[in-house]
């Protein structure tokens, strides 16, 4: 889905377990003087358990690049990026980087969300792709859920209106808990996800007030 159109062998995507691919994710390395430069970057594939592979789907990351230090960008299509705050040293021999535990920090404030089981991930419900998550007004990500729903071409009865309630199959950004189905409204509607991830996060308060459901949460990269 990146811009490297990069692809993989099918059969990779049949491993089971924790060692299962989950999807594609876009890793950046960005210059250590200028973090605003990207100067390498590479589709790779996450598994189950959180480790970031090759297209192989076992092997280590490798980016061709020269050996030196870079900043680290971890990119997916529906969530927001995080980057490392300090740029990390990296050569041929692997270097591992943990993200969930934030042992050396990201970019920004509030960069990741505290799932409460110790480990930290991306924020999810970037649905539009702008780099920035918001449930109300006028950037909205609910306005692509609604649209996909809507304009899908099976959702008809007999010919008749569309549902609001219908779900969506296939892979899509708007499938914000990524279980194959997009819902606009109803029990499994995604928008839910979004709605949660802007009133739980912890920069959306004035003067420590109640979070506001237009808040706009972006993504911490320097631009």
Known sequence: PYADNLTTNASVFNTTGANAIVDW?????????????????????LQRDGDVVDLDGISSLTI??????????VNHRNHLAAMTRIPIALSAT??????????????????????GNGNLGLWSGDAD???KIAYSGPLSDINALRSQIFNDPNNSIFGGPPL????????????????????????????????????????????????????????????
């Open 25 to 45: 994710i876009w890793i950046e390395l960005r210059d250590a003087n200028d973090n605003t430069l990207i100067s390498a970057s590479k589709s790779a594939l």
């Open 164 to 223: 609001a309630n219908y779900g969506s199959s296939g892979y899509s950004n708007n499938d914000i808990n990524m279980n194959g189905m997009t819902y606009y409204t109803g029990p499994l509607n995604d928008a839910v996800f979004i709605r949660s991830n802007i009133f739980n996060n912890p920069s959306n308060s004035i003067f420590g007030g109640p979070p506001l459901a237009n808040y706009v949460f972006s993504q911490q990269l320097p631009q």
């Open 94 to 115: 692997p270097t591992s980087i943990d993200f969930t535990t934030n042992a050396l920090g990201t970019f920004g404030s509030n960069a990741q969300k505290d799932m």
């Open 64 to 73: 061709n690049t020269p050996s030196k230090s870079f900043y680290i960008v």
């Open 129 to 131: 792709g702008d780099g």
